[in-house]
Protein backbone atom coordinates (compact mmCIF):
# COMPACT_ATOMS: atom_id res chain seq x y z
CA UNK A 1 0.00 0.00 0.00
CA UNK A 2 1.50 2.93 -1.46
CA UNK A 3 2.13 5.92 1.37
CA UNK A 4 -0.69 8.00 2.90
CA UNK A 5 -0.57 11.94 2.10
CA UNK A 6 -1.51 14.51 3.81
CA UNK A 7 -2.21 18.48 3.89
CA UNK A 8 0.71 20.48 4.23
CA UNK A 9 1.54 21.15 8.06
CA UNK A 10 -0.60 24.32 8.73
CA UNK A 11 -3.02 23.92 5.52
CA UNK A 12 -6.61 22.86 6.18
CA UNK A 13 -8.94 21.15 4.60
CA UNK A 14 -12.51 23.28 4.62
CA UNK A 15 -14.69 19.63 4.86
CA UNK A 16 -18.42 19.98 3.75
CA UNK A 17 -19.39 20.05 7.66
CA UNK A 18 -17.64 23.54 8.59
CA UNK A 19 -18.09 25.39 4.61
CA UNK A 20 -21.53 25.68 5.05
CA UNK A 21 -21.07 27.98 7.77
CA UNK A 22 -17.74 29.50 5.34
CA UNK A 23 -20.18 30.33 2.64
CA UNK A 24 -23.01 31.63 5.25
CA UNK A 25 -20.54 34.49 6.21
CA UNK A 26 -18.79 34.87 2.92
CA UNK A 27 -22.91 35.63 2.13
CA UNK A 28 -23.17 38.43 5.39
CA UNK A 29 -20.05 39.84 4.00
CA UNK A 30 -20.72 40.53 0.41
CA UNK A 31 -24.72 41.84 1.43
CA UNK A 32 -23.06 44.42 3.82
CA UNK A 33 -20.09 45.52 1.04
CA UNK A 34 -22.92 45.85 -1.46
CA UNK A 35 -24.96 48.34 1.01
CA UNK A 36 -22.18 50.64 1.04
CA UNK A 37 -21.09 50.36 -2.49
CA UNK A 38 -17.80 48.45 -2.29
CA UNK A 39 -17.59 45.71 -5.70
CA UNK A 40 -15.38 42.90 -5.69
CA UNK A 41 -12.14 42.76 -6.48
CA UNK A 42 -10.35 39.07 -7.18
CA UNK A 43 -6.36 39.35 -7.63
CA UNK A 44 -3.88 36.53 -7.97
CA UNK A 45 -2.35 34.46 -5.27
CA UNK A 46 0.90 34.45 -6.45
CA UNK A 47 2.51 38.29 -7.10
CA UNK A 48 6.31 39.27 -7.76
CA UNK A 49 8.51 38.67 -4.48
CA UNK A 50 9.39 42.64 -4.57
CA UNK A 51 5.81 43.91 -4.61
CA UNK A 52 5.50 42.74 -0.59
CA UNK A 53 9.58 43.40 -0.05
CA UNK A 54 8.93 46.80 -1.40
CA UNK A 55 5.60 47.70 -0.58
CA UNK A 56 5.46 45.36 3.18
CA UNK A 57 9.19 46.60 4.48
CA UNK A 58 12.10 44.76 4.03
CA UNK A 59 12.73 44.55 7.90
CA UNK A 60 9.35 43.25 8.27
CA UNK A 61 8.78 39.58 9.90
CA UNK A 62 6.49 39.25 6.90
CA UNK A 63 9.35 39.56 4.35
CA UNK A 64 12.06 38.66 6.44
CA UNK A 65 10.92 35.21 8.40
CA UNK A 66 7.25 33.95 6.86
CA UNK A 67 6.62 34.36 3.20
CA UNK A 68 6.40 31.95 0.75
CA UNK A 69 9.15 32.44 -2.41
CA UNK A 70 10.51 30.71 -5.07
CA UNK A 71 12.06 30.87 -8.57
CA UNK A 72 10.33 30.48 -10.94
CA UNK A 73 11.90 27.51 -12.64
CA UNK A 74 10.73 27.92 -16.43
CA UNK A 75 11.51 32.18 -16.36
CA UNK A 76 13.47 32.80 -12.86
CA UNK A 77 10.99 35.24 -11.77
CA UNK A 78 11.03 35.93 -8.59
CA UNK A 79 7.38 35.17 -7.33
CA UNK A 80 5.60 34.75 -3.60
CA UNK A 81 2.31 33.55 -2.09
CA UNK A 82 0.73 36.49 -1.16
CA UNK A 83 1.07 36.64 2.42
CA UNK A 84 -1.65 39.80 2.11
CA UNK A 85 -3.91 40.97 -0.02
CA UNK A 86 -3.21 45.10 0.41
CA UNK A 87 -0.33 45.13 -1.72
CA UNK A 88 -1.87 43.30 -4.64
CA UNK A 89 -5.05 45.76 -4.41
CA UNK A 90 -2.80 48.55 -5.03
CA UNK A 91 -0.87 46.58 -7.57
CA UNK A 92 -4.03 45.67 -9.43
CA UNK A 93 -5.66 49.33 -9.25
CA UNK A 94 -2.02 50.84 -10.53
CA UNK A 95 -2.01 48.27 -13.45
CA UNK A 96 -5.49 48.99 -14.73
CA UNK A 97 -5.55 52.65 -13.75
CA UNK A 98 -8.83 52.06 -11.57
CA UNK A 99 -8.85 55.32 -10.08
CA UNK A 100 -8.66 57.35 -13.07
CA UNK A 101 -11.69 58.67 -12.67
CA UNK A 102 -12.10 58.85 -9.21
CA UNK A 103 -12.38 56.96 -6.00
CA UNK A 104 -12.83 53.18 -6.07
CA UNK A 105 -14.45 51.05 -2.96
CA UNK A 106 -13.17 47.77 -3.29
CA UNK A 107 -13.48 44.30 -1.43
CA UNK A 108 -11.71 40.68 -1.67
CA UNK A 109 -11.70 37.54 -0.29
CA UNK A 110 -9.55 34.61 -0.25
CA UNK A 111 -6.43 32.40 1.02
CA UNK A 112 -3.38 34.28 2.13
CA UNK A 113 0.30 32.32 2.75
CA UNK A 114 2.51 32.91 5.93
CA UNK A 115 5.13 30.18 7.02
CA UNK A 116 3.80 31.01 11.14
CA UNK A 117 3.73 27.78 13.28
CA UNK A 118 0.20 26.56 13.17
CA UNK A 119 -2.22 27.64 16.46
CA UNK A 120 -6.02 28.39 16.83
CA UNK A 121 -6.36 31.69 14.57
CA UNK A 122 -3.21 31.39 13.10
CA UNK A 123 -2.20 29.04 10.16
CA UNK A 124 -0.31 28.79 7.20
CA UNK A 125 -2.72 28.72 5.00
CA UNK A 126 -5.55 31.42 6.49
CA UNK A 127 -8.49 33.09 4.39
CA UNK A 128 -8.62 36.72 4.63
CA UNK A 129 -11.78 39.11 3.62
CA UNK A 130 -10.50 43.25 3.33
CA UNK A 131 -12.19 46.33 2.32
CA UNK A 132 -9.95 48.80 0.31
CA UNK A 133 -10.98 52.46 -0.43
CA UNK A 134 -8.56 54.11 -3.02
CA UNK A 135 -8.04 57.55 -3.47
CA UNK A 136 -10.17 58.98 -0.82
CA UNK A 137 -8.61 61.27 1.51
CA UNK A 138 -10.66 62.55 4.62
CA UNK A 139 -11.00 61.11 8.12
CA UNK A 140 -15.27 60.25 6.64
CA UNK A 141 -13.62 57.28 4.90
CA UNK A 142 -11.71 55.67 7.43
CA UNK A 143 -15.00 55.90 10.05
CA UNK A 144 -16.84 54.70 7.14
CA UNK A 145 -15.11 51.35 7.08
CA UNK A 146 -14.54 51.74 10.94
CA UNK A 147 -18.50 51.53 10.99
CA UNK A 148 -18.82 48.51 8.25
CA UNK A 149 -17.09 46.58 10.75
CA UNK A 150 -19.59 47.14 13.72
CA UNK A 151 -22.70 46.84 11.21
CA UNK A 152 -20.83 43.69 10.77
CA UNK A 153 -20.27 42.30 14.27
CA UNK A 154 -23.89 43.38 14.58
CA UNK A 155 -25.51 41.43 11.75
CA UNK A 156 -23.39 38.53 12.80
CA UNK A 157 -24.84 38.69 16.61
CA UNK A 158 -21.62 39.02 18.10
CA UNK A 159 -20.44 40.46 21.59
CA UNK A 160 -17.42 41.71 23.38
CA UNK A 161 -15.57 43.26 20.28
CA UNK A 162 -13.61 46.01 21.32
CA UNK A 163 -12.21 49.02 19.07
CA UNK A 164 -8.67 50.33 19.67
CA UNK A 165 -7.25 53.26 17.52
CA UNK A 166 -3.81 55.32 17.06
CA UNK A 167 -2.39 57.48 14.36
CA UNK A 168 0.85 56.75 13.00
CA UNK A 169 1.00 60.59 11.69
CA UNK A 170 2.84 61.13 8.21
CA UNK A 171 6.46 59.92 7.41
CA UNK A 172 8.31 63.08 8.77
CA UNK A 173 6.85 62.84 12.20
CA UNK A 174 7.81 59.19 12.41
CA UNK A 175 11.35 59.78 11.42
CA UNK A 176 11.65 62.29 14.72
CA UNK A 177 9.66 59.95 16.97
CA UNK A 178 11.83 57.46 15.46
CA UNK A 179 14.95 58.92 16.69
CA UNK A 180 13.59 59.84 20.11
CA UNK A 181 12.67 56.16 20.45
CA UNK A 182 15.91 55.01 19.49
CA UNK A 183 17.66 57.13 22.21
CA UNK A 184 15.17 56.18 24.45
CA UNK A 185 15.86 51.81 23.87
CA UNK A 186 19.40 52.24 23.69
CA UNK A 187 19.69 53.55 26.93
CA UNK A 188 17.64 50.39 28.30
CA UNK A 189 19.84 47.88 26.43
CA UNK A 190 20.13 45.53 29.17
CA UNK A 191 16.29 45.12 29.29
CA UNK A 192 15.51 44.40 25.88
CA UNK A 193 15.60 41.07 24.56
CA UNK A 194 17.10 39.33 21.46
CA UNK A 195 14.13 40.57 19.29
CA UNK A 196 13.95 44.03 20.29
CA UNK A 197 18.23 44.28 19.69
CA UNK A 198 17.88 43.06 16.26
CA UNK A 199 14.54 45.89 15.62
CA UNK A 200 16.34 48.47 17.29
CA UNK A 201 18.02 50.36 14.43
CA UNK A 202 15.84 48.81 11.40
CA UNK A 203 12.23 48.85 13.37
CA UNK A 204 12.04 49.95 16.25
CA UNK A 205 8.17 50.98 16.35
CA UNK A 206 7.48 47.13 16.15
CA UNK A 207 9.62 47.12 19.54
CA UNK A 208 6.63 48.91 21.42
CA UNK A 209 4.33 45.71 20.00
CA UNK A 210 6.08 43.42 22.12
CA UNK A 211 4.63 41.11 24.67
CA UNK A 212 7.75 40.20 26.45
CA UNK A 213 6.58 41.70 30.00
CA UNK A 214 10.44 42.30 31.19
CA UNK A 215 10.12 45.36 28.33
CA UNK A 216 6.87 46.60 29.88
CA UNK A 217 8.16 49.17 32.20
CA UNK A 218 10.29 50.32 29.28
CA UNK A 219 7.85 50.46 26.32
CA UNK A 220 5.53 52.30 28.67
CA UNK A 221 7.83 54.93 29.33
CA UNK A 222 9.18 55.06 26.00
CA UNK A 223 8.15 58.80 23.45
CA UNK A 224 4.65 58.95 22.41
CA UNK A 225 4.15 59.37 18.44
CA UNK A 226 1.04 61.33 19.08
CA UNK A 227 3.61 63.83 20.51
CA UNK A 228 5.00 64.22 17.10
CA UNK A 229 1.69 64.82 15.33
CA UNK A 230 1.85 68.07 13.53
CA UNK A 231 -1.53 69.91 12.77
CA UNK A 232 -2.73 68.10 10.20
CA UNK A 233 -2.35 64.43 11.21
CA UNK A 234 -4.08 65.90 14.69
CA UNK A 235 -6.69 66.82 12.74
CA UNK A 236 -7.12 63.80 10.52
CA UNK A 237 -7.02 61.58 13.69
CA UNK A 238 -9.33 64.49 15.46
CA UNK A 239 -12.47 64.25 12.85
CA UNK A 240 -11.98 60.37 12.81
CA UNK A 241 -12.99 60.56 16.14
CA UNK A 242 -15.73 63.14 15.70
CA UNK A 243 -17.54 60.72 13.59
CA UNK A 244 -17.23 58.04 15.54
CA UNK A 245 -18.67 59.67 18.81
CA UNK A 246 -21.17 61.46 16.44
CA UNK A 247 -22.23 57.33 16.10
CA UNK A 248 -21.86 56.22 19.54
CA UNK A 249 -19.15 53.93 18.70
CA UNK A 250 -17.04 53.01 21.79
CA UNK A 251 -12.49 52.80 21.02
CA UNK A 252 -9.44 53.25 23.18
CA UNK A 253 -7.10 55.12 22.23
CA UNK A 254 -3.81 52.75 22.43
CA UNK A 255 -1.12 54.97 21.59
CA UNK A 256 1.17 51.90 21.44
CA UNK A 257 -0.95 50.41 18.76
CA UNK A 258 1.68 49.61 15.50
CA UNK A 259 0.94 47.58 12.55
CA UNK A 260 3.21 45.32 10.75
CA UNK A 261 3.57 46.57 7.65
CA UNK A 262 5.53 49.60 6.76
CA UNK A 263 2.77 51.09 4.17
CA UNK A 264 0.34 52.55 6.66
CA UNK A 265 0.33 55.92 8.06
CA UNK A 266 -2.16 58.12 10.13
CA UNK A 267 -5.17 56.69 11.40
CA UNK A 268 -4.18 52.70 12.10
CA UNK A 269 -7.29 50.54 14.31
CA UNK A 270 -7.89 47.06 15.45
CA UNK A 271 -10.65 45.25 16.52
CA UNK A 272 -10.11 43.00 19.07
CA UNK A 273 -11.59 40.16 21.46
CA UNK A 274 -10.40 38.35 24.69
CA UNK A 275 -12.39 34.90 23.96
CA UNK A 276 -9.46 33.48 21.07
CA UNK A 277 -6.36 33.63 23.70
CA UNK A 278 -3.23 35.41 22.22
CA UNK A 279 -4.96 35.61 18.76
CA UNK A 280 -7.46 38.78 19.81
CA UNK A 281 -6.91 41.01 16.93
CA UNK A 282 -9.88 39.84 14.16
CA UNK A 283 -10.12 42.90 12.28
CA UNK A 284 -7.26 45.31 11.39
CA UNK A 285 -6.20 48.11 9.01
CA UNK A 286 -5.90 51.70 8.63
CA UNK A 287 -4.41 54.27 5.92
CA UNK A 288 -1.95 53.76 3.81
CA UNK A 289 -1.26 56.80 1.68
CA UNK A 290 2.40 56.30 0.16
CA UNK A 291 1.73 52.77 -1.09
CA UNK A 292 0.92 53.86 -4.22
CA UNK A 293 4.00 55.46 -5.42
CA UNK A 294 6.04 52.75 -3.56
CA UNK A 295 4.93 50.24 -6.21
CA UNK A 296 5.29 52.88 -9.06
CA UNK A 297 2.29 54.26 -9.07
CA UNK A 298 1.02 58.05 -8.80
CA UNK A 299 0.47 59.36 -5.38
CA UNK A 300 -2.98 58.14 -4.17
CA UNK A 301 -4.43 58.51 -0.87
CA UNK A 302 -5.68 54.81 0.61
CA UNK A 303 -7.49 53.26 3.47
CA UNK A 304 -8.43 49.56 4.38
CA UNK A 305 -8.76 46.72 6.12
CA UNK A 306 -9.06 42.73 6.99
CA UNK A 307 -10.37 40.26 8.94
CA UNK A 308 -9.18 36.73 9.27
CA UNK A 309 -12.28 34.62 8.61
CA UNK A 310 -11.02 31.32 10.54
CA UNK A 311 -10.78 34.14 13.68
CA UNK A 312 -14.62 35.13 13.02
CA UNK A 313 -15.58 32.08 12.43
CA UNK A 314 -13.77 30.67 15.92
CA UNK A 315 -15.39 33.69 17.72
CA UNK A 316 -19.09 32.59 16.33
CA UNK A 317 -18.89 29.40 17.25
CA UNK A 318 -17.72 30.18 21.20
CA UNK A 319 -20.20 32.32 21.25
CA UNK A 320 -23.18 29.75 19.76
CA UNK A 321 -23.94 32.24 16.63
CA UNK A 322 -23.01 29.78 13.87
CA UNK A 323 -26.71 29.28 12.04
CA UNK A 324 -27.78 25.69 11.88
CA UNK A 325 -26.51 22.98 8.86
CA UNK A 326 -28.77 23.73 5.64
CA UNK A 327 -30.84 20.72 5.10
CA UNK A 328 -33.14 19.58 2.23
CA UNK A 329 -36.40 20.37 1.69
CA UNK A 330 -37.10 16.84 0.51
CA UNK A 331 -35.89 13.56 0.60
CA UNK A 332 -37.09 11.47 -2.06
CA UNK A 333 -37.37 7.56 -0.94
CA UNK A 334 -37.64 5.26 -4.39
CA UNK A 335 -37.95 1.94 -3.29
CA UNK A 336 -36.83 0.31 -7.30
CA UNK A 337 -33.89 1.36 -9.00
CA UNK A 338 -35.85 0.63 -12.13
CA UNK A 339 -38.38 3.49 -11.38
CA UNK A 340 -35.49 6.25 -11.73
CA UNK A 341 -36.51 6.85 -15.17
CA UNK A 342 -39.75 8.27 -14.23
CA UNK A 343 -38.64 9.61 -10.99
CA UNK A 344 -35.65 11.70 -11.63
CA UNK A 345 -37.53 14.18 -14.23
CA UNK A 346 -39.75 15.17 -11.56
CA UNK A 347 -37.13 15.77 -9.14
CA UNK A 348 -35.48 17.83 -11.66
CA UNK A 349 -38.68 19.99 -12.30
CA UNK A 350 -38.74 20.06 -8.29
CA UNK A 351 -35.14 21.85 -8.13
CA UNK A 352 -36.19 24.17 -11.19
CA UNK A 353 -38.80 25.46 -8.88
CA UNK A 354 -36.22 26.36 -6.00
CA UNK A 355 -37.53 22.92 -4.17
CA UNK A 356 -34.08 21.23 -2.25
CA UNK A 357 -34.34 17.47 -3.05
CA UNK A 358 -31.88 15.05 -2.01
CA UNK A 359 -31.82 11.56 -3.64
CA UNK A 360 -31.23 8.31 -2.14
CA UNK A 361 -29.12 6.42 -4.37
CA UNK A 362 -27.35 3.05 -4.52
CA UNK A 363 -26.14 0.54 -7.01
CA UNK A 364 -28.67 -1.09 -9.03
CA UNK A 365 -31.24 -3.23 -8.00
CA UNK A 366 -30.05 -2.44 -4.66
CA UNK A 367 -31.52 0.63 -3.50
CA UNK A 368 -32.26 -0.69 0.05
CA UNK A 369 -35.10 -1.19 2.27
CA UNK A 370 -38.28 1.32 2.93
CA UNK A 371 -36.78 1.23 6.64
CA UNK A 372 -33.29 1.94 5.95
CA UNK A 373 -34.31 4.84 3.19
CA UNK A 374 -36.82 6.41 5.69
CA UNK A 375 -33.46 6.53 8.21
CA UNK A 376 -31.41 7.90 5.61
CA UNK A 377 -34.15 10.82 4.92
CA UNK A 378 -34.52 11.45 9.18
CA UNK A 379 -31.07 11.71 9.16
CA UNK A 380 -31.04 14.21 6.13
CA UNK A 381 -32.76 16.74 8.21
CA UNK A 382 -35.06 16.68 5.43
CA UNK A 383 -38.91 18.22 6.25
CA UNK A 384 -40.70 15.94 3.72
CA UNK A 385 -39.97 12.41 2.58
CA UNK A 386 -41.10 11.99 -1.58
CA UNK A 387 -42.06 8.07 -1.58
CA UNK A 388 -42.03 6.97 -5.18
CA UNK A 389 -43.42 3.65 -4.86
CA UNK A 390 -44.75 1.09 -7.26
CA UNK A 391 -48.44 1.49 -6.17
CA UNK A 392 -48.18 5.66 -6.44
CA UNK A 393 -46.40 5.54 -9.51
CA UNK A 394 -48.82 3.32 -11.16
CA UNK A 395 -51.65 5.95 -10.38
CA UNK A 396 -49.15 8.53 -11.27
CA UNK A 397 -48.87 10.02 -8.46
CA UNK A 398 -45.98 10.84 -5.19
CA UNK A 399 -46.89 10.32 -1.73
CA UNK A 400 -45.88 13.26 0.70
CA UNK A 401 -44.94 12.17 3.93
CA UNK A 402 -44.15 14.90 6.47
CA UNK A 403 -41.18 14.05 9.04
CA UNK A 404 -41.43 16.80 11.49
CA UNK A 405 -43.91 17.33 13.90
CA UNK A 406 -45.68 20.72 13.67
CA UNK A 407 -45.89 22.99 15.98
CA UNK A 408 -48.57 20.88 18.19
CA UNK A 409 -45.73 18.23 18.42
CA UNK A 410 -47.99 15.62 16.04
CA UNK A 411 -47.14 14.58 12.86
CA UNK A 412 -49.28 15.89 9.61
CA UNK A 413 -50.92 12.97 7.68
CA UNK A 414 -49.23 11.72 4.84
CA UNK A 415 -50.99 13.22 1.46
CA UNK A 416 -50.94 12.10 -2.48
CA UNK A 417 -49.63 14.35 -5.27
CA UNK A 418 -50.41 14.40 -9.19
CA UNK A 419 -46.57 14.07 -10.57
CA UNK A 420 -48.25 15.63 -13.31
CA UNK A 421 -48.78 18.83 -11.04
CA UNK A 422 -45.83 19.88 -9.81
CA UNK A 423 -45.78 23.20 -10.56
CA UNK A 424 -48.58 23.57 -8.43
CA UNK A 425 -47.68 21.62 -5.49
CA UNK A 426 -44.28 21.49 -5.30
CA UNK A 427 -43.30 25.13 -3.82
CA UNK A 428 -45.05 24.19 -0.81
CA UNK A 429 -42.19 22.00 -0.03
CA UNK A 430 -39.87 24.68 0.46
CA UNK A 431 -38.73 24.90 4.40
CA UNK A 432 -39.53 27.85 5.88
Known sequence: ???????????????????????????QLRTLMQRYGYRNLRTPIVEPTALFVRGLGEVTDIVEKEMYSFTDRLNGEELTLRPENTAGVVRAAVEHALIYDGGKRLYYMGPMFRHERPQRGRYRQFHQF?????????????????????????????????????????????????????????????????????????????????????????????????????????AHFNGLRAILDAHGVSYRI????????????????????TELGSQGTVCAGGRYDGLFEQIGGKAAPAVGWALGMERILELLKSQDRLPADPVPDAYAVVPEAASMPQVMPVLRELRALGVNV???????????????????????GARVALIFGADELAQGQVAVKPLRADQSGSAPAQTLQPLSGVAQWGPGLRAV
Open 254 to 273: NPRLVRGMDYYNLSVFEFVT
Open 358 to 380: QMHAAAAQAMGSMKSQFKKADGS
Open 130 to 234: GAEALGFAGPDVDAELILIACDLWKALGLSGISLELNSLGQPAERLAHRQALIKHLSQHMDVLDEEARRRLHSNPLRILDTKNPDMQAVVEAAPRLMDFLGEASL
Open 1 to 27: MAEKITAVKGMNDITPETSAHWEWLEE
